[in-house]
C-alpha cells in the first residue's frame, strides 16, 4: 500500500459510482457505521455487571447480617446441635418459622415495585393528511423556497430513504402557502396527543382523574404552557399530578421518558403513570437549501404515542407487559457526540437540525457502548461466559491473534423494535447484529408505512409486532434507540400474557395496512 493511500476498512469508509451518463461517472467516498461488536471496552462490561447484580449482592450482605441476629433474637433457647441432628422441638419450630417469615416479610419490603406496561395507543392522522413520495416532491418544488440542487438532493434522498406513498405531515406544511406559524404548531400537538390518549383510556377503562404521574417528551416544539400542561388542562387531571415535560432529547427520548416514569413509580406505590411520546413538524420544517438540514424534511414525518404504566399487582393480569430493564448511555461529555444533531441557522438566517457527516460513527459508538452494558443483564449465561473468556484473552492476556466472541442477541430476545431512523442505520444494525428480515420487518414496515415520526416510532413497531400475532407469553422485547447528545437508549419488556389475535385495534394504527408487502432493505 502506498505512503498516500487509504485504508478504507480500518476508515470505515465505502465507495459507490453513479454514471452520470455514458462518458463520466461520479465516485463518492461515504462514512459507514462501525462494526461496534468487534472493539468493546471493558468498563462499560463492568457497568452492565453493576446494573444487574449491585442489588443482588446488597442483599446477600443484608441476609448475611440480618438472619444470625433475627434467630438469636427470636431464639433465646436455640439450639443449633438438635437442628444439625434433626431433633427439632416445637419452640425450636416455631421460632425458625418466625424468622423466615420475617425474612420473607424483608425481601418483600426492600424488593423494588414491578413496573407493568397496561397499554399503549399510537396516533393515526386523518387520511387527508396523507403525503405520497411524489406529492412530497411536488409540494417542496412549488414551494419556491429550494435551489435546483436542493430539489434534486431531495429527489435522490426520498427515492432511498426507505419511505413510502402514505406517511403524515401537518396541514401548515402541505398548506398553499405553507402556514409555519405557532397556532398550526399547537393545533398539530393536540390532534397527535389528544387522539393518542383517546385511544389509550377508551381501551384501558382508566379515567384521567386516575392518573398520578405523566411525563410528556418533545424535542423541537417546547410552548408556553408546556405540551403536559396542555394535556392536564384538556382531560381536567389532578392538580397534584406530577406532569413533566422533557424538551431537546432527540428521537431517543421516548425510552428516557420511560425510565423516569419507572423510578417516580417506585417511589410512589399504587400509581398510574402516562407517558406521551411525540415529535412537531410544523415549526421544524426547513426551507434552505443546506443538505445536511435537508435530510430532517425528506424523513421525518407525523406521530405520536400514549403508554400506560402501572406499579399495582392488581394490574398484572391485565397488562402486556413487565419492564425487565432500561439502561441509557450519553456521550455528550464528548464535543464531536454533542455536535453531530445540532439546531442552528444556515448561511442565510434559516432555522434547521443539521446532521454532520460524522452522525453514523457516532451513532454506532454510541450503540456499542449501550449494548455492551446491556448484555450481562439480558445475555444467558453461557453467551456471558464465551463473550468474557474472549474479552479477557484479548484485553488482559493481550494474547494476538484471538478473534472477538460476538454475542448472539437473538438469544436473549424475540423481538426487535430499532428506531426507524432511516434504511442505511436499519441496514448496518442488521448487519451488525446479525437480524433476520423477520427480525428487522417491525421496523421497516414502520419506517415505510409512517416515516420517522421519532421517539414514537418504537412504539408504532410494537403495534406492528401485536398486530401480526406474534407476541407470545414469556417474550422479550427489545426497544433501542439514539438521538441528539448524543444519546442511545434500551429498554427489555416481557410479556405477560399471549396476544396471538389482536382484537381491539383501537390505537393500533396498523388496522388497514398490517397485510401490505413487507418493506425489504
Not at 36 to 60: E, H, P, T
Not at 371 to 400: A, D, W
Not at 405 to 426: N, T
Request: hydrophobic share 40%; charged share 20%; with cysteine.
Amino acid at each position: 500500500m502506498g505512503r498516500n493511500s487509504i485504508d478504507m476498512d480500518r476508515e470505515r469508509l465505502t465507495a459507490e459510482m453513479d454514471f452520470k451518463d455514458s462518458s463520466s461517472a461520479v465516485i463518492r467516498i461515504r462514512r459507514r457505521l462501525p462494526d461496534f461488536l468487534q472493539s468493546v471496552k471493558l468498563k462499560y462490561v463492568k457497568l452492565g455487571l453493576g446494573y444487574g447484580y449491585s442489588c443482588n449482592a446488597a442483599s446477600i450482605a443484608m441476609l448475611a447480617i440480618t438472619v444470625p441476629l433475627l434467630l438469636s433474637s427470636l431464639t433465646g433457647g436455640f439450639n443449633l446441635s438438635k437442628l444439625c441432628s434433626h431433633q427439632l422441638d416445637a419452640d425450636t419450630l416455631a421460632a425458625a418459622s418466625a424468622a423466615l417469615l420475617s425474612l420473607a416479610a424483608l425481601y418483600r419490603w426492600k424488593r423494588s415495585p414491578s413496573v407493568y406496561l397496561v397499554d399503549f395507543a399510537c396516533y393515526k392522522p386523518e387520511k387527508e393528511r396523507k403525503i405520497s413520495v411524489e406529492n412530497f416532491l411536488k409540494m417542496t418544488e412549488e414551494s419556491g423556497g429550494f435551489e435546483e440542487e436542493s430539489l434534486q438532493f431531495q429527489r435522490k434522498i426520498s427515492t432511498r430513504a426507505g419511505l413510502g406513498d402514505e406517511t403524515y405531515l401537518p396541514r401548515g406544511i402541505t398548506s398553499r402557502p405553507p402556514s409555519l406559524c405557532m397556532s398550526e404548531a399547537r393545533l398539530e400537538a393536540e390532534a397527535v396527543m389528544f387522539g393518542a390518549l383517546d385511544a389509550l383510556f377508551a381501551k384501558t377503562g382508566v379515567e384521567p382523574k386516575d392518573i398520578d404521574i405523566l411525563v410528556v417528551n418533545c424535542s423541537l416544539f417546547n410552548p408556553t404552557p408546556s405540551l403536559s400542561a396542555m394535556i392536564v388542562n384538556h382531560y381536567k387531571l389532578r392538580s397534584n399530578i406530577k406532569s413533566y415535560n422533557l424538551g431537546g432529547m432527540g428521537c431517543s427520548a421516548g425510552l428516557i421518558s420511560i425510565d423516569l416514569a419507572k423510578d417516580l413509580l417506585k417511589a410512589n406505590p399504587n400509581s398510574y403513570a402516562v407517558v406521551v411520546s411525540t415529535e412537531n413538524i410544523t415549526l421544524n420544517w426547513y426551507f434552505g437549501n443546506d443538505r445536511s438540514m435537508l435530510l430532517c424534511n425528506c424523513i421525518f414525518r407525523m406521530g405520536g404515542a400514549a403508554v400506560l404504566l402501572s406499579n399495582k399487582a392488581s394490574d398484572r393480569a391485565r397488562s402486556k407487559y413487565q419492564l425487565l430493564h432500561t439502561v441509557r448511555t450519553h456521550k455528550g461529555a464528548d464535543d464531536k457526540n454533542y455536535n453531530c444533531v445540532y439546531q442552528k441557522e444556515d448561511e442565510s438566517g434559516k432555522i434547521g437540525v443539521c446532521l454532520a457527516r460524522e452522525l453514523m460513527a457516532v451513532a454506532g459508538d454510541a450503540l456499542k457502548t449501550n449494548i455492551t452494558t446491556l448484555g450481562p443483564l439480558v445475555l444467558p449465561y453461557s453467551e456471558q461466559l464465551m463473550f468474557f473468556v474472549s474479552l479477557v484473552r484479548r484485553k488482559v492476556l493481550k494474547m494476538s491473534g484471538v478473534k472477538p466472541y460476538i454475542p448472539d442477541f437473538k438469544l436473549a430476545f424475540e423481538h426487535f423494535c430499532i428506531h426507524a431512523g432511516g434504511r442505511a442505520v436499519l441496514d448496518a444494525l442488521q448487519k451488525n447484529l446479525d437480524l433476520s428480515e423477520w427480525h428487522m420487518e417491525p421496523s421497516r414496515m414502520t419506517l415505510h408505512r409512517f416515516g420517522n415520526t421519532s421517539s414514537s416510532s418504537l412504539w408504532y413497531e410494537l403495534a406492528y409486532t401485536e398486530a401480526k400475532g406474534r407476541v407470545a407469553k414469556g417474550d422479550r422485547v427489545w426497544q433501542i434507540a439514539f438521538g441528539s447528545g448524543f444519546k442511545c437508549n434500551s429498554a427489555v419488556w416481557k410479556a405477560v400474557q399471549d396476544m396471538p389475535v389482536l382484537r381491539d385495534w383501537r390505537g393500533n394504527p396498523w388496522d388497514d395496512s398490517v397485510h401490505l408487502p413487507t418493506a425489504s432493505a
